[in-house]
């Protein structure tokens, strides 16, 4: 078996992670579209709290386990692909566990290596720097500390309420850089419940951006927390973790992703508290566990960061931040 040659993409593709685990005998519960649910089936998981930790998604081929016994064994990992379940619950290599898989489900592979031949990038135009900055933002007005959002976060983030013409017209707005520190775009968010809640330059790509990346890699620490919007990582940055950047949604880019790879060797994953944040975590969590450690933090049914108190926010996440010190206090 050892000098057989096998190719993981394929092996990946062509086996669904429903079938390996009906094979196992395992059995979940469906809680939304495309996730599964249930008691963690993995010989690592020696918790006997963490009886609901086990979550599949179906669409993403992938899983993960929240039980610290789980993560400890995978050296800070929370979950992986059809491969690295397999070799978890066989204790055979990555390797081995793709060979089995190919003949038990007949992935219909070559015998040998295909001569490797890159596909060509497709061209990313980056955002370009604004060559302006708005003026008269109004950094104590009454949404923001509505949101808790003190004048002196409010000021050290620029954002605050403009009564200035344009697409940005009585919005709050919200500047985003780039991992250089510069101005690539506005974001302007609704006070007054109008549609769309957020307003984005036209052209302006999301996918592209971290937001507060830049601040989050002069910490010099080596994790970063990971949520999903600006007010989000604005209440943690208050709390005292500056270390923290938001995706700008529930979903990572391939951009993103690299972004972080190259500048963290830990994520801490601390997304909403929906259905929308569990899939994204899981997600997330199986793209960048091969390339860093990933802790996911999960919060309660219908709770966002942005709504905790700056001790509970702490309480979470204190102990993946060095700073201790709450802003605007």
């Known amino acids: 078996m050892s000098n057989d040659w096998v190719d993981f993409k394929?092996?990946?593709?062509?086996?669904?992670?429903?079938?390996?685990?009906?094979r196992y005998?395992?059995?979940?519960?469906?809680?939304?579209?495309?996730?599964?649910?249930?008691?963690?089936?993995?010989?690592?998981?020696?918790?006997?709290?963490?009886?609901?930790?086990?979550?599949?998604?179906?669409?993403?081929?992938?899983?993960a386990c929240q039980s610290a016994s789980c993560i400890n064994a995978r050296d800070g990992h929370a979950g992986g692909n059809v491969l690295d379940l397999v070799a978890i619950m066989e204790r055979c290599s990555v390797r081995d566990a793709?060979?089995?898989?190919?003949?038990?489900?007949?992935?219909?592979?070559?015998?040998?290596?295909?001569?490797?031949?890159?596909?060509?990038?497709?061209?990313?135009?980056?955002?370009?720097?604004?060559?302006?900055?708005?003026?008269?933002?109004?950094?104590?007005?009454?949404?923001?500390?509505?949101r808790s959002i003190t004048p002196y976060t409010a000021r050290a983030f620029g954002v605050g309420f403009y009564g200035g013409t344009g697409l940005l017209h009585d919005r709050v707005v919200i500047p985003i850089r780039n991992e250089k520190g510069e101005l690539v775009a506005y974001a302007g968010r609704a006070i007054d419940g109008s549609e769309p809640k957020y307003r984005?330059?036209?052209?302006?790509?999301?996918?592209?951006?971290?937001?507060?990346?830049?601040?989050?890699?002069?910490?010099?620490?080596?994790?970063?927390?990971?949520?999903?919007?600006?007010?989000?990582?604005?209440?943690?940055?208050?709390?005292?973790?500056?270390?923290?950047?938001?995706l700008m949604g529930c979903t990572m880019s391939d951009h993103q992703a690299q972004l972080l790879i190259h500048r963290f060797s830990q994520a801490v994953l601390m997304l909403d508290g929906d259905e929308a944040g569990r899939h994204g975590s899981a997600g997330i969590a199986s793209r960048l566990s091969t390339r860093m450690n990933v802790a996911v933090l999960h919060l309660p049914d219908g709770v966002q960061p942005d709504q905790m108190a700056s001790k509970e926010i702490t309480q979470r996440v204190g102990g993946y931040c060095r700073e201790k010190h709450a802003l605007g206090r």
């Not at 998981?45 to 086990?54: E, G, R, Y």
């Open 200 to 246: 984005f330059p036209a052209g302006f790509r999301k996918s592209q951006v971290l937001f507060n990346l830049h601040r989050a890699r002069q910490t010099g620490q080596q994790s970063v927390i990971v949520v999903e919007g600006f007010f989000d990582a604005m209440k943690i940055y208050q709390a005292g973790c500056h270390n923290v950047i938001a």
């Open 25 to 63: 005998g395992v059995q979940l519960r469906h809680v939304g579209r495309h996730e599964l649910r249930g008691r963690c089936p993995l010989p690592t998981h020696t918790s006997k709290s963490s009886v609901d930790s086990f979550s599949v998604n179906v669409h993403l081929n992938a899983w």
């Open 98 to 146: 793709a060979i089995r898989l190919r003949d038990r489900f007949g992935v219909p592979v070559a015998s040998h290596p295909k001569p490797f031949t890159p596909a060509p990038a497709e061209p990313e135009e980056p955002n370009q720097p604004l060559g302006f900055m708005l003026r008269g933002v109004v950094c104590d007005h009454p949404y923001l500390s509505s």
């Open 10 to 22: 394929e092996v990946k593709e062509h086996t669904a992670i429903e079938q390996v685990l009906n």
